[in-house]
């Protein structure tokens, strides 16, 4: 079954990518050709990075909102938009209700797994079945059998469990981005005054200068929307708290202030979205979450070890082409295949002499000249060929490399230079302490 | 807090929308203010430690002297008193983590938050809770306790301000090993970007690292630079064997006045 939502994952993630990550050169080239390819390298290169997370509650439900096969059938729905439809139709159609409907998180990732599952067997495996004595559009008749697939399975509780935590981590990838970006620049919704800076400045100001309390930024998620569905509402000349509607300007503000309306009704669900409280566990709204007790800390509270993030670790990029690796111990196996007999294992030179010797295996690279023997070719393929006949795949004169401007990372975000072992202890180390 | 000063300054007109309202102070929404950077109305800070108190009434002038003599700090108003300003902290992740109870189980937040004055402090700190600005706030005041020094060094000569490590360290965390090797000046940090941010928050501006072991880990792996870092000082290089003369400890230097002004605190009982 995890296979299957492993699957899902890959299948999920491809609507998710919409930038597709070319060939590192390909990219660096475009970024480098202000450099004019002269010796004097102004600039770091750097290889690209991808990132992405959705900017407001529309983008979020947006990656759902693709036409998916029905459950049963060929015809198509789209998830969000088409959804009551869609349920509408498995209801009378195929006497198919999904339990709470309302809390999975992704419905498009979870039709796509069930549809898949009810492959391999009938529907009472999976779901429960129902006796009641109508038909779907109301008639009376006896003993109709109706499906309802629901958490009670372990499997489809485990599904829904993983869609959440899938969105959770978009959520909080969002709220990340919030959290550090410092170009946010919006007119503040009481005063004249432009906010700048980072969301949490531009609560910090409302709540200081207008006694008008959010909620601490850290709590927040989709800061630009809320602030925006506020400004609508403050716009029509509603009042946030008790709906109440005013004709006049001044009148509004005066009625907010008297009775403390200045804040948002803990009662509207529809601010619930902004809310990452919310978001945290399936079904359960921020007023149980308070309830509960924080309970005694355990080892795992204070443990640093959970926080794992296998794609976080940036890819090594082979010294001669494209090809990239986890690993050094991976690259220089690639290399020794690829390239001729090339590694940087044991090489017996210090730490330092390594890093010169890959920083000026980089440089010459890029521009296209040949580390050994300094001859200067046209474009990559040539070099290849060259480095291939000469056998000039091997680590070049020392003399070639040991210079003072290779201490400085050709490329910018170099992983390989993070993982050159470093054999020599007590070796001279040229530094003064202070 | 600022509604208790808003009320105290009704006076004054400040634009458009609702003046400074008497602002109460809402059920479930709008706890508190945005987390201000030290713009928050400071209590008064009562120490509830012999250091802390010897802090609080100037005695020691500054966080080195603690650190000289290896003393615990218990109370994180301590570092704020010192460097409180310069601190800058920064939220490494939020995750979502999952708790075994006995009514099932219960996801929690969990913050990882470093903390560093890019001046030679760096401190680390983890807390779960179940709302994220409470599990931030929490990481913060155990980053701070865990603030330690770093000790930075010259790349060949002595001139301008110590930018590098000053010797190559090692520290573990789990199974990741982290080493830092000096570098000249201009090299810039060379390192995947969870130790690098640290290394930028300690001050330490030029710098090699060489990492071995699961670094996906990447909990360990801040840790495992955290500790490394704070080696530098651990590290007896050859200019500190001169023989320093024996300095007293504040405990003992201060014993009178901490015996003089110590209250007991009465246990209630009548």
Redesign the interface.
């Known amino acids: 079954m995890l296979g299957a939502l492993a699957a899902l994952d890959a299948g999920v993630s491809d609507v998710e990518e919409t930038e597709t990550e070319s060939t590192i050169f390909a990219d660096t080239s475009t970024c480098a050709m202000d450099l004019e390819g002269s010796m004097g390298m102004l600039v770091p290169l750097s290889f690209p990075q991808k990132q992405k997370a959705p900017k407001n509650t529309k983008e979020l439900f947006e990656d759902d909102d693709v036409a998916v096969e029905c459950l049963l059938c060929k015809l198509e729905f789209k998830m969000e938009s088409e959804q009551k439809m869609f349920l509408k139709h498995l209801f009378t159609d195929h006497r198919l209700v999904i339990g709470d409907v309302n809390q999975v998180a992704s419905l498009k990732s979870y039709v796509k797994f069930w549809k898949a599952r009810f492959q391999s067997g009938p529907l009472e495996e999976f779901c429960s079945v129902m006796k009641m004595d109508t038909t779907p559009d109301g008639k009376y008749s006896k003993d109709e059998v109706y499906f309802m697939l629901s958490d009670i399975l372990p499997e489809d509780k485990q599904l829904r469990e993983g869609l959440q935590?899938k969105r959770?981590?978009v959520i909080?990838e969002r709220?990340?981005f919030e959290?550090e970006d410092m170009t946010y620049s919006q007119d503040?919704?009481?005063?004249?005054?432009k906010l700048e800076g980072t969301r949490?400045?531009a609560?910090?100001h409302l709540?200081?200068?207008?006694?008008?309390?959010?909620?601490?930024?850290?709590?927040l998620v989709f800061i630009d929307e809320l602030l925006e569905q506020i400004h609508l509402r403050?716009q029509n000349l509603r009042c946030l708290f008790c709906n109440n509607q005013f004709y006049e300007?001044r009148a509004l503000?005066?009625h907010?202030?008297?009775k403390?309306h200045?804040?948002?009704n803990?009662e509207h669900t529809e601010?619930d979205k902004y809310?990452?409280?919310n978001y945290?566990?399936i079904g359960k709204s921020?007023?149980e979450?308070?309830e509960?007790q924080?309970?005694p800390?355990?080892p795992?509270?204070?443990?640093?070890?959970?926080?794992?993030?296998?794609e976080?670790?940036?890819p090594l990029v082979c010294l001669f082409c494209d090809h990239q690796s986890k690993h050094l111990h991976a690259l220089n196996c690639h290399s020794q295949v690829q390239h001729n007999g090339f590694t940087l294992d044991n090489l017996n030179l210090s730490?330092y002499l390594q890093?010169k010797l890959v920083n000026y295996i980089r440089r010459q690279v890029y521009l296209n000249a040949c580390p050994v023997c300094n001859e200067s070719f046209d474009c990559k393929s040539s070099l290849d060929e060259h480095l291939l006949s000469s056998q000039h795949y091997t680590v070049p004169d020392v003399s070639l490399f040991d210079q003072?401007q290779f201490?400085?990372?050709t490329y910018e975000n170099?992983?390989v230079?993070?993982?050159?072992?470093?054999a020599n202890?007590g070796v001279e180390?040229?530094?003064?302490?202070? | 807090m600022?509604?208790n000063a808003?009320a105290g300054a009704r006076g004054g007109f400040?634009?458009?929308?609702?003046?400074?309202?008497?602002?109460?102070?809402?059920?479930?929404?709008?706890?508190?203010?945005?987390?201000?950077r030290g713009?928050e109305a400071e209590k008064e800070w009562v120490p509830v430690t012999k250091l802390g108190r010897l802090v609080r009434d100037g005695k020691i002038r500054s966080l080195e002297e603690i650190y000289l003599f290896s003393l615990p700090i218990k109370e994180y108003e301590i570092i704020d008193f010192f460097i409180g300003s310069q601190l800058k902290d920064e939220?490494?992740?939020?995750?979502?983590?999952q708790?075994q109870?006995r009514a099932g189980q219960?996801?929690?937040?969990?913050a990882?938050v470093a903390i560093g004055d890019s001046n030679g402090h760096i401190g680390l700190g983890?807390?779960?809770?179940?709302?994220?600005?409470t599990a931030?706030r929490g990481a913060i005041i155990l980053a701070k306790l865990s603030v330690v020094p770093v000790?930075?060094?010259?790349?060949?000569?002595?001139i301008g301000k110590?930018h590098?490590?000053?010797?190559?360290v090692t520290g573990k965390?789990?199974s990741v090993l982290v080493?830092l090797?000096?570098?000249?000046r201009?090299?810039?940090i060379?390192?995947?970007?969870?130790p690098k941010k640290l290394l930028n928050m300690a001050g330490i501006e030029d710098c090699?690292?060489?990492?071995?072991g699961s670094?996906?880990?990447?909990?360990?792996f801040?840790?495992a630079t955290y500790t490394a870092i704070g080696k530098t000082y651990a590290y007896l290089?050859p200019?500190?064997w001169k023989e320093m003369p024996l300095a007293t400890a504040p405990y003992h230097e201060y014993a009178d006045y901490l015996a003089k002004n110590h209250r007991v605190v009465g246990t209630g009982l009548q």
């Open positions: 935590r959770l981590n909080l709220q990340k959290r503040c919704l009481f005063c004249r005054k949490a400045d609560l910090e709540a200081e200068y207008h006694n008008f309390n959010l909620g601490r930024s850290d709590n403050l300007k503000s005066e907010m202030r008297k403390q200045k804040c948002i803990p601010m809310f990452i409280v945290l566990e921020w007023k979450v308070e509960e924080d309970g800390l355990g795992e509270d204070e443990s640093w070890s959970d926080w794992c993030d296998d976080a670790e940036s730490f890093v003072p201490f400085f990372p170099d992983a230079l993070s993982q050159l072992e470093d202890d180390v040229p530094v003064v302490p202070e | 600022a509604d808003a400040r634009g458009g929308f609702g003046g400074r309202g008497r602002g109460g102070r809402p059920r479930g929404r709008g706890r508190g203010r945005g987390r201000g713009k939220v490494l992740k939020i995750m979502p983590v708790k109870t219960r996801t929690r937040f969990k990882f983890v807390k779960c809770s179940k709302e994220v600005a931030i000790r930075r060094g010259y790349w060949g000569n002595k110590p590098t490590v000053p010797c190559k965390c789990g080493r090797i000096p570098a000249p201009g090299t810039g060379v390192s995947a970007p969870v090699y690292t060489s990492a071995r670094t996906g880990t990447l909990g360990n801040a840790k290089t200019d500190l």
